[in-house]
């Protein structure tokens, strides 16, 4: 009787399991799984599309990894879904159709043509790719159409649509690669070479600042120039200067769309009433700034002179004005969002000189391609299939309704698309410098106007505008779970490591940039200090400057935010506090939580090695074990701080020692509250300085699909100004950090 239960049972799951199988086998299965690949495709070009951008302002690790998934699926996807196509034992009219559809998703997104500044060096595999799927796309064609076929009618314009967005995609891809930036910004850097010695200069009305905006670009060169460059190559007359003729001549001054040109010019759209705020010719400062920042890319240097003139323009014209920290904070958002979209999208292909009528070419065939692929579908639904899967209660057919499905997404995709294009900060910048270049514009209202609304839409916030926070004292007993961090996982996944437990990210507070900002005004020494400068300034340099002397700049950092978390449990903020109280209160706690969470989550953004800063930072954790052993409350790692930092000296503490003895001194020595906290909002808006200056140029640019990072920002208003840091003091035995891409 028990056998013949389990008999039963096992004849009653076999259909479950095996039922689902054998339906795949089969030509309806086949076809269900094709269709269902379509769909799920044509939604994946949905998401990216409308949200491939918005990782610049968005650190959720969930988010970016399904950004990441659908950006990794949709080509593995495509592959899938066309060898299901081949392998069928049936002919389906709308095949082709669909694998054209599938093909131009790979290149349709213009909100995300890579994911990683990898993907940028590997734009010779990719264009391998699509020829490839191309070539076999068209045997595919040919193989179905072959007896002229009705609908066989619309797809030559899905193939030329499917030709321009792979070629948007694979030369945005080009673009942003190292190889091309040292080819096409070396006409920049040898401009900006000599830009300097323009002659004098008035930052606040930018004479004398000719920074190049538009006009520099690669244009073709045209059939008759091409013929003489050959002839005299036949008759070895050609000049070595004749090298760069397939570039824009640089001295014709006419041509070119400078940062002077855009502040004189005398339309009303940029005069005083009609940008009060300057935000319409910041865009182009911020434009101009952006190609002198891909310079640090390519590995090129300016002189120290062009340097001395772009700080001679922070300092005295964005920075000129009480609140002009404001403004210099928003030219330098503006900057990175052209960094952003020039390494991570095809805006900087779809808006060069010429590109445009490609892009309205490829409007056009759109159209006619959903016009044919519609009547492609009253043909498909007349005819009776014998591999149809079935049909809709209302006696359409479900390949039709699938065709369908996919149209509604591509017709949606592509008015996205034209939308973001249109409203982009880099359309911005071409209808302002068109402005500026043609004066029948200038006395235009309408186009003023029409300049101007499309100038007020934002689309989105260039960054995510939030301080990462860390606090060492709260999370340096934390233990992540050993299910995903162990040595088994680590080959797959990035490892937590014991105390790497991130605090909630707050909103950037002006006062910190203020602060900051004042600081840099400020500029105490030719060189940037790790806050010896600032403790010089409030006379506590002797007190105080050893905990500025240690062998790392990872320890001085550990030791100088346990002194200020000791500080915030030690002296609160109360009712009485003056208003600067509170103000250097909220910059100090900010800003060395932010410093912390750089050396707990991005130790490559630090002056020290990456390995060093790992190191320091895994051995303070377990000396914080130890040294807090038997607390549980904050009030007990307080209390302990208190009586453990007496008697020590300055040789063989451990960071948590060293931290515990400043934070003492501080409360202790000096009486003043007020000084307390005035001290250390000093401190710490001269140390994020510090740090600023980093020399990994990629890790600043992965930063910026990951929300954005404020340590960002200010490197790149550092590296335009050419401030540096001191030399910073290196333990024994340090690696030597590379000047990395």
Not at 595 to 601: I, K, N, R, S
Request: aromatic residues 12%; proline residues 3%; glycine residues 4%.
């Amino acid at each position: 009787m028990r056998n013949l239960m389990e008999t039963t049972q096992k004849m009653a799951m076999a259909p479950a399991t095996d039922g689902i199988g054998q339906l795949l086998k089969t030509a309806k299965g086949k076809l269900a799984m094709i269709e269902l690949l379509v769909i799920f495709t044509a939604f994946l070009l949905l998401f990216l599309v409308a949200f491939g951008s918005c990782r610049r302002r968005c650190s959720g690790g969930v988010f970016r990894l399904v950004i990441f998934t659908a950006y990794t699926l949709s080509t593995y996807v495509l592959t899938y879904a066309l060898g299901l196509m081949q392998e069928a034992p049936f002919r389906n009219e709308l095949f082709p159709v669909w694998a054209v559809f599938l093909m131009i998703i790979l290149g349709s997104a213009d909100s995300i043509s890579a994911y990683s500044l990898e993907d940028n060096e590997q734009w010779k595999s990719y264009n391998w790719q699509i020829m490839i799927k191309l070539i076999w796309l068209l045997f595919l064609i040919d193989w179905y159409f072959r007896d002229t076929s009705n609908t066989g009618f619309g797809t030559p314009y899905l193939l030329v649509v499917l030709t321009l967005k792979a070629d948007e995609r694979a030369r945005a891809l080009m673009a942003a690669s190292r190889q091309s930036l040292e080819r096409y910004t070396k006409v920049v850097a040898d401009y900006m070479s000599v830009e300097h010695e323009s002659g004098e200069v008035d930052p606040v009305r930018m004479r004398g600042y000719t920074y190049l905006v538009r006009g520099e670009e690669e244009r073709p060169v045209n059939t008759f120039v091409r013929a003489k460059q050959f002839i005299k190559r036949c008759l070895g007359k050609e000049e070595g200067a004749l090298a760069r003729h397939h570039r824009t001549p640089l001295d014709n001054v006419d041509e070119l769309i400078t940062i002077e040109k855009v502040w004189m010019c005398e339309g009303t759209l940029l005069s005083s009433e009609g940008d009060p705020h300057k935000k319409l010719k910041d865009k182009c400062l911020s434009f101009a700034l952006f190609k002198l920042l891909r310079l640090r890319y390519a590995g090129y240097s300016l002189p120290q002179e062009a340097h001395k003139k772009t700080w001679n323009l922070i300092r005295h014209g964005l920075l000129s004005k009480e609140d002009g920290y404001k403004r210099a904070f928003r030219v330098v958002e503006d900057e990175l969002t052209f960094l952003f979209d020039f390494f991570y999208t095809k805006y900087s292909i779809i808006f060069q000189p010429g590109r445009l009528l490609f892009k309205l070419l490829e409007f056009i065939y759109v159209t006619l391609s959903i016009w044919s692929t519609t009547s492609i579908l009253t043909y498909y639904k007349r005819h009776d299939n014998n591999y149809q899967l079935g049909t809709m209660p209302n006696g359409l057919s479900i390949e039709v309704v699938v065709t369908s499905v996919m149209i509604i997404s591509f017709i949606m995709v592509e008015l996205m698309q034209f939308f973001f294009v249109g409203f982009s900060e880099w359309a911005k910048v071409i209808w302002i410098c068109k402005y500026v270049q043609k004066k029948s514009w200038q006395e235009n209202v309408w186009i003023e106007r029409i300049i101007r609304a499309i100038c007020r839409v934002k689309l989105m916030r260039p960054w995510e505008q939030k301080l990462h926070q860390y606090s060492f004292l709260e999370s340096c007993s934390y233990k992540p779970s050993r299910l995903l961090n162990n040595k088994m996982m680590a080959v797959y996944i990035d490892q937590t490591r014991d105390g790497q437990r991130q605090s909630t990210p707050i909103k950037l507070p002006e006062e910190v940039k203020q602060a900051v900002f004042h600081t840099l005004k400020a500029n105490y020494s030719a060189k940037l200090e790790n806050g010896q400068a600032s403790l010089r300034m409030n006379n506590e340099s002797k007190k105080l400057s050893w905990a500025c002397r240690l062998e790392t700049q990872t320890q001085v950092i550990i030791v100088w935010h346990i002194a200020t978390s000791f500080c915030e449990h030690q002296l609160p903020l109360g009712r009485s506090d003056s208003p600067a109280t509170r103000r250097s209160f909220l910059v100090a706690t900010s800003l060395s939580k932010y410093v912390a969470y750089l050396v707990a989550f991005a130790p490559w953004l630090l002056p020290d090695h990456p390995y060093v800063v790992e190191y320091v930072f895994d051995r303070a954790i377990i000396e914080a074990r130890d040294f807090f052993l038997n607390c549980k409350r904050m009030e007990d790692w307080v209390k302990a701080m208190k009586e453990n930092s007496s008697g020590l000296s300055a040789r063989g503490e451990t960071v948590i020692n060293q931290g515990a003895r400043l934070g003492n001194q501080l409360a202790n020595d000096i009486n003043n509250k007020d000084m307390i906290w005035r001290i250390l909002a000093d401190f710490w808006a001269e140390m994020v300085l510090y740090v600023a200056p980093s020399d990994n140029a990629k890790a600043h640019a992965e930063h910026l699909t990951r929300g954005g990072e404020f340590v960002t920002h200010l490197w790149a208003l550092l590296y335009h100004a050419g401030i540096e840091r001191g030399p910073p003091t290196k333990p024994c035995n340090a690696l030597e950090r590379r000047n990395s891409f």
